[in-house]
């Protein structure tokens, strides 16, 4: 079936450094990809999206490409705040369901 | 106006009792769900619904019975709650339950069960 894999936390990172956090996917046909973030104590909110191959998703300074011939959907931001620390969830959605990845949890130190 | 609203927030119960957690969406969309996140922050679905049909019941506990009385609600209902069921349950819905639709979350139910 559908699969989300990205990496473990949690990420430790000083203010203004460069965040990647992979993800790659497993599924059949052509899904859309997702990256959501969870701040603590709330639901999940969207943060970027890509719909097809080779689309980039962008939104607060953080992009993922959708890489179709690596399966792979990576989160990017050059220079990381604060108020960035929360957990990110790679996501696709099949059917009708979303499935998510295990979640990195990122903490970002002044 | 919230989107997705759900309530309670917190629930703290006894093991072997009934609770219920509300959901409702004021985004007119078609596709609402039930997901657990366990303490790891791991979500899982649990159920998936459709105008009101269920479309998905990922291998949840009989214990465990969506209704879906329209379309902007999905209520969950849980019987004989047990230790293991202690976890955040998040509502979401999406436009359509297929691909390019993002999912709208709600704020989180945080049951314990004591």
């Known amino acids: 079936g559908d699969s989300v894999t990205q990496m473990e936390g949690p990420v430790t990172l000083s203010e203004e450094a460069f965040l990647t956090i992979n993800c790659t996917y497993t599924?059949?046909?052509?899904?859309?990809l997702f990256w959501y973030v969870q701040y603590p104590g709330e639901g999940l909110q969207l943060l970027l999206k890509?719909?097809?191959?080779?689309d980039k998703g962008s939104n607060k300074g953080f992009e993922a490409t959708y890489r179709k011939e690596t399966t792979s959907f990576h989160l990017e931001k050059g220079s990381v705040q604060v108020s960035d620390s929360a957990v990110y969830f790679c996501?696709?959605?099949?059917?009708?369901?979303?499935?998510f990845g295990a979640g990195t949890r990122l903490f970002v130190k002044a | 106006d919230t989107a997705v609203s759900q309530t309670p927030k917190y629930l703290v119960t006894q093991m072997g009792n009934d609770k219920s957690i509300k959901c409702e969406q004021n985004?007119?969309?078609?596709?609402m769900y039930w997901y657990k996140q366990d303490s790891k922050k791991f979500l899982k679905i649990m159920f998936s619904?459709?105008?009101?049909?269920?479309?998905i019941n990922e291998t949840v506990p009989n214990r465990f019975s969506p209704k879906s009385p329209d379309k902007a609600h999905l209520n969950l209902h849980i019987n004989s709650l047990e230790l293991g069921d202690s976890a955040v349950y998040f509502c979401?819905?999406?436009?359509?339950?297929?691909?390019?639709?993002?999912?709208?979350f709600g704020q989180g139910t945080r049951l314990t069960v004591v």
């Open positions: 979401a819905s999406s436009l359509k339950g297929g691909v390019n639709t993002e999912a709208f």
């Open positions: 996501a696709l959605t099949g059917g009708f369901k979303t499935i």
């Open positions: 599924a059949t046909g052509y899904p859309s």
């Open positions: 619904y459709n105008n009101k049909e269920l479309i």
């Open positions: 985004l007119g969309h078609d596709t």
């Open positions: 890509a719909t097809k191959a080779d």
